[in-house]
């Protein structure tokens, strides 16, 4: 529920919350986007800090302050009045993300389950989760056009508390630190991982934001293209769903990077987007692969590194991920600005998704357990 709800009041509302802002006070897109995008920078730069606390202390506390932060932030969105204001609700907004979106989540159940009770958790979690866009899009727009701007900010906020108090009643109070005292050091694995997986959100990301545009340029109905935009997220349910027991049969690093390579010939497979079954076909495919990927990259680093130091090394790898997800909008924004088309851009994600495959791969190769081949661990001094 903590990951449901904070996806969903904190990522998929803003859209509409950005929108009733910029009605409200007569600001642009730009002076909404901005702040939003300081928030996921903030999420990103506080990651490894956060995840080598919940390494050393549980998650507990931290899951549960970062629900009444995110309920906090939200009070200072609908009190503010001013731009200044604005932002510094969504700066601590970013802070609230930081610990109860998936990164964070993931971290505490490496720390209090194992083996297959841990991956089922997960897929519960991300099922779940998965449906955060679909029920608070409806919602926030309900309360919205229901009770105004600042009532709606309210709300989400008191549903925030009530799902910390929730955190703090249901997860343990005790807790076991890791017995590393020192500092997790990275091993050279580290960053060919950190790259491969920041390439695969820049894909995700990137044709995430163009598909719509893409299909309206490529003659299709509104309808038909926010239709297909619903397929793809759709899909990432199965995709979830079927990696488990793939899990049983092929270890974490080649199962990961068969998706990687599933997203990138999704990718090639829009070009051909103008016959509306191949645009389908991509449209599934992608959409599989990309929800499979949050339980992959999870699996990779336990695999190669075991759950006791696993907090820093995701908080590690999720600066490079989230800092990507922050500024790939942008990215494609200027790219789409010079270009004037989607083919630059589209083969653009495919070589970064085939590029993150060989990083995958540089990775070194594992046994059938899934660990590393050698046997050896990243040391911590």
């Given at each position: 529920?903590?990951?449901?709800?904070?996806?969903?009041?904190?990522?998929?509302?803003?859209?509409?919350?950005?929108?009733?802002?910029?009605?409200?006070?007569?600001?642009?897109?730009?002076?909404?986007?901005?702040?939003?995008?300081?928030?996921?920078?903030?999420?990103?730069?506080?990651?490894?800090?956060?995840?080598?606390?919940?390494?050393?202390?549980?998650?507990?506390?931290?899951?549960?302050?970062?629900?009444?932060?995110?309920?906090?932030?939200?009070?200072?969105?609908?009190?503010?009045?001013?731009?200044?204001?604005?932002?510094?609700?969504?700066?601590?907004?970013?802070?609230?993300?930081?610990?109860?979106?998936?990164?964070?989540?993931?971290?505490?159940?490496?720390?209090?389950?194992?083996?297959?009770?841990?991956?089922?958790?997960?897929?519960?979690?991300?099922?779940?989760?998965?449906?955060?866009?679909?029920?608070?899009?409806?919602?926030?727009?309900?309360?919205?056009?229901?009770?105004?701007?600042?009532?709606?900010?309210?709300?989400?906020?008191?549903?925030?508390?009530?799902?910390?108090?929730?955190?703090?009643?249901?997860?343990?109070?005790?807790?076991?630190?890791?017995?590393?005292?020192?500092?997790?050091?990275?091993?050279?694995?580290?960053?060919?991982?950190?790259?491969?997986?920041?390439?695969?959100?820049?894909?995700?990301?990137?044709?995430?934001?163009?598909?719509?545009?893409?299909?309206?340029?490529?003659?299709?109905?509104?309808?038909?293209?926010a239709g297909l935009a619903a397929l793809m997220g759709l899909a990432a349910l199965p995709g979830r769903m079927l990696f488990m027991p793939l899990m049983a049969r092929w270890s974490a690093l080649p199962l990961t990077g068969a998706l990687i390579a599933q997203l990138?010939?999704?990718?090639?497979?829009?070009?051909?987007?103008?016959?509306?079954?191949?645009?389908?076909?991509?449209?599934?495919?992608?959409?599989?692969?990309?929800?499979?990927?949050?339980?992959?990259?999870?699996?990779?680093?336990?695999?190669?590194?075991?759950?006791?130091?696993?907090?820093?090394?995701?908080?590690?790898?999720?600066?490079?991920?989230?800092?990507?997800?922050?500024?790939?909008?942008?990215?494609?924004?200027?790219?789409?600005?010079?270009?004037?088309?989607?083919?630059?851009?589209?083969?653009?994600?495919?070589?970064?998704?085939?590029?993150?495959?060989?990083?995958?791969?540089?990775?070194?190769?594992?046994?059938?357990?899934?660990?590393?081949?050698?046997?050896?661990?990243?040391?911590?001094?």
């Open positions: 529920m903590l990951s449901t709800v904070s996806y969903g009041a904190l990522y998929y509302a803003q859209p509409l919350l950005a929108v009733a802002t910029e009605q409200a006070f007569g600001w642009s897109r730009t002076h909404t986007g901005l702040a939003f995008t300081l928030a996921l920078v903030v999420t990103a730069v506080l990651a490894p800090g956060v995840g080598r606390t919940l390494d050393r202390h549980g998650g507990r506390v931290l899951l549960t302050a970062g629900a009444v932060l995110g309920a906090a932030a939200f009070m200072v969105l609908a009190v503010s009045s001013g731009y200044v204001m604005f932002v510094a609700g969504w700066l601590l907004a970013g802070l609230a993300m930081s610990l109860t979106f998936y990164e964070a989540v993931f971290a505490v159940l490496a720390h209090q389950l194992s083996g297959p009770a841990r991956r089922r958790a997960s897929l519960t979690i991300t099922l779940v989760a998965g449906l955060a866009s679909t029920v608070f899009v409806p919602l926030t727009t309900v309360l919205l056009q229901s009770f105004g701007r600042q009532a709606t900010l309210l709300g989400l906020s008191a549903l925030l508390l009530i799902i910390g108090a929730l955190v703090w009643k249901v997860l343990p109070d005790s807790f076991r630190a890791s017995s590393v005292s020192s500092p997790f050091v990275p091993d050279w694995r580290l960053p060919w991982l950190t790259m491969a997986f920041t390439l695969a959100r820049i894909v995700t990301v990137g044709v995430g934001l163009q598909l719509v545009p893409l299909l309206l340029g490529s003659g299709y109905l509104p309808l038909e293209a990138s010939f999704a990718t090639f497979l829009f070009h051909l987007a103008e016959f509306k079954l191949v645009a389908v076909l991509a449209a599934a495919l992608f959409g599989m692969a990309s929800g499979a990927l949050t339980l992959a990259r999870t699996e990779v680093l336990l695999s190669f590194y075991g759950p006791q130091v696993f907090g820093s090394v995701n908080g590690r790898m999720a600066r490079s991920v989230n800092g990507a997800q922050a500024l790939t909008p942008l990215g494609v924004g200027l790219l789409f600005t010079v270009t004037a088309a989607y083919t630059a851009s589209l083969n653009l994600m495919v070589a970064l998704g085939m590029a993150a495959v060989l990083l995958l791969a540089s990775a070194g190769p594992m046994n059938s357990l899934g660990r590393p081949a050698s046997g050896d661990f990243p040391r911590h001094r």
